[in-house]
């Protein structure tokens, strides 16, 4: 490096970043682009007025009403009445319905005789959003339907409506929302997923660099072939570190303004947060790029992990109900102690002491991951004229 001044290297290093168009695209455009596009299917927040079907059997007073509280309700409406299961089944499976209630023969005969008769319902599972609001529309109608038969009966039995109203259950739900204020789904998802981006970018964006540099022929005029591994790696990691503070501030900053998102944790921890976590991916995106063969499997082996790295974190399945082998690869990546401790102290005002073992699990990450970048330079497959590419 005596050839060169840091400043120049550092200058060389943002020049090929910033003219390369792929890694300038997966870098800004993608930051950007999925700052506005991800967040867009939560925009309502919660889901509603989703079409549902109705097999009423039981053809009572008590099942049209029933019938009315659920369409009532923010979240279902009820777009068809038919007559059996199969026609209910075939208006999902055409996709005209999220799903259907069984309402059951004999419906009002067990309610009169103080039974609990059993309500059924079906629906596409593979939208969970819509499966869950539908259920929560079903379970909204049929609490308070029960709630009604029970306070009925009570006044049949002399009990005054206000005591009625008040007794016909032993315990009151209060519930207040903690975290998510506004019980939203922007709230929920958005958080913990724009780490995830600035990961899977950052790794890119490093992988897409080394793998660019190292299918270029071996040359005097390129700077990094006059580095040692240890050097262009500290200086990828200063370079793309700089940059990606800036984005992952625009997506903590005005990202989670502009969607009204809590920004609980103090700025420092953010950024003290952030650098572990930065090294560590950009250390990720070296190895990448050094070992795959080809420049555009950097993208397809990162876009293939996005979906295993985001449900394994444990925000949208909890990690004790994950197999234990898969709970220890995912511990590999930065993104899974990166999520876990920007939601607690972001989302959920924890102490710094509380997200010290993330913290801790990042640096450890970033002293492997860097172990395994270096490593890795010996690796680098020779350009077509037999040179060797990386000069120690």
Request: glycine share 6%; proline share 5%; with cysteine.
């Amino acid at each position: 490096m005596k050839n060169f001044r840091l400043i120049d290297l550092l200058w060389l290093e943002l020049k090929s970043l910033v003219t390369n168009p792929v890694i300038n695209l997966t870098m800004f455009g993608g930051v950007v682009f999925y700052s506005f596009l991800y967040p867009l299917p939560y925009a309502q927040q919660v889901v509603q007025e989703l079409p549902i079907a109705v097999v009423n059997q039981d053809n009572s007073q008590v099942s049209y009403k029933l019938e009315r509280m659920l369409d009532a309700t923010s979240q279902v409406k009820v777009i068809h009445r038919v007559s059996n299961i199969k026609e209910a089944e075939q208006l999902v499976l055409a996709q005209e319905a999220g799903g259907f209630v069984v309402i059951p023969q004999d419906f009002y005969k067990d309610l009169l005789l103080g039974k609990s008769p059993t309500l059924s319902y079906a629906g596409d599972a593979s939208y969970f959003l819509v499966y869950g609001g539908i259920v929560e529309g079903l379970a909204t109608a049929s609490g308070t339907l029960a709630a009604e038969v029970k306070i009925s009966r009570l006044v049949l039995d002399g009990t005054p409506l206000g005591s009625a109203k008040e007794q016909y259950t032993a315990i009151k739900a209060n519930m207040k929302p903690t975290f998510n204020p506004r019980m939203g789904y922007v709230d929920y998802v958005v958080p913990a997923v724009f780490v995830l981006i600035l990961q899977q970018t950052l790794v890119m964006a490093a992988g897409l660099m080394n793998a660019t540099q190292k299918s270029l022929p071996q040359s005097t005029k390129y700077y990094w072939l006059k580095l040692s591994p240890l050097q262009n790696m500290t200086l990828r990691c200063s370079v793309l570190g700089a940059l990606y503070y800036l984005l992952a501030l625009y997506y903590f900053g005005f990202s989670f303004s502009f969607y009204g998102i809590a920004t609980l944790a103090n700025h420092v921890e953010v950024i003290a947060l952030l650098l572990p976590f930065l090294l560590a991916s950009t250390c990720l995106g070296i190895t990448l790029g050094n070992w795959l063969p080809r420049r555009e499997l950097v993208t397809v082996v990162v876009l293939l992990s996005s979906m295993p790295l985001i449900f394994t974190a444990g925000f949208i399945w909890p990690t004790e109900m994950i197999p234990q082998p898969i709970n220890q690869l995912a511990a590999l990546f930065p993104s899974t102690p990166a999520i876990k401790g920007f939601l607690a102290i972001n989302q959920m005002s924890a102490e710094w002491g509380q997200i010290s073992t993330h913290y801790y699990q990042l640096w450890l990450q970033t002293l492997g991951w860097a172990i395994v970048a270096w490593v890795s330079y010996r690796f680098v497959q020779p350009h077509k004229t037999g040179k060797q590419q990386v000069i120690d």
